[in-house]
Nanobody
Framework: QVQLVEFGGGLVQAGGSLRLSCTASGLTFSTYAMAWFRQAPGKERAFVGHIRWGTGSTYYADSVKGRFTISRDNAKNTVYLQMNSLKSEDTAVYYC?????????????????WGQGTQVTVSS
C-alpha cells in the first residue's frame, strides 16, 4: 500500500531554519505531484507549496513565498521542504501529500495520499 512518511519536524527559534522530508513508498513517485500542507491548532489545513512531477516546477502560498523551498529527489522517492526565516505563525503540523495530475492544485481534497504529519513549533 501507499505510504508517505514525514521526518524533520521539531522546535526552532524564530528566524531559524528547518528541513522536512517526506519519503514515499508503494507508488511510482516520479509520476506524482507532491505538496506540503499545514494545519495550525483550531485552523483548517492550508496549502503551503506544490512541486510538479516531470518539470519539477514549484508553486507556493503567498505566506511562505521567498522563505520556503520545495524540492524532490525521484531516485530517493523523497520530497523536501526547506523552511527559512521561520516565524511563530509557521507553527503547525506539516503534511505531505501526493496526487496524479499535471496542474497545480491547492485544495487538499484533490490529493489522494497523505502522510501522518510532523509537528513544527517556532518559538518567538
Amino acid at each position: 500500500q501507499v505510504q508517505l512518511v514525514e521526518f524533520g519536524g521539531g522546535l526552532v527559534q524564530a528566524g531559524g531554519s528547518l528541513r522536512l522530508s517526506c519519503t514515499a513508498s508503494g507508488l511510482t513517485f516520479s509520476t506524482y505531484a507532491m505538496a506540503w500542507f499545514r494545519q495550525a491548532p483550531g485552523k483548517e489545513r492550508a496549502f503551503v507549496g506544490h512541486i510538479r512531477w516531470g518539470t519539477g516546477s514549484t508553486y507556493y502560498a503567498d505566506s511562505v513565498k521567498g522563505r520556503f523551498t520545495i524540492s524532490r529527489d525521484n531516485a530517493k522517492n523523497t520530497v523536501y521542504l526547506q523552511m527559512n526565516s521561520l516565524k511563530s505563525e509557521d507553527t503547525a503540523v506539516y503534511y505531505c501529500a501526493a496526487r496524479r495530475g499535471l496542474g497545480v492544485e491547492t485544495a487538499s481534497r484533490q490529493y489522494e495520499f497523505w502522510g501522518q504529519g510532523t509537528q513544527v513549533t517556532v518559538s518567538s
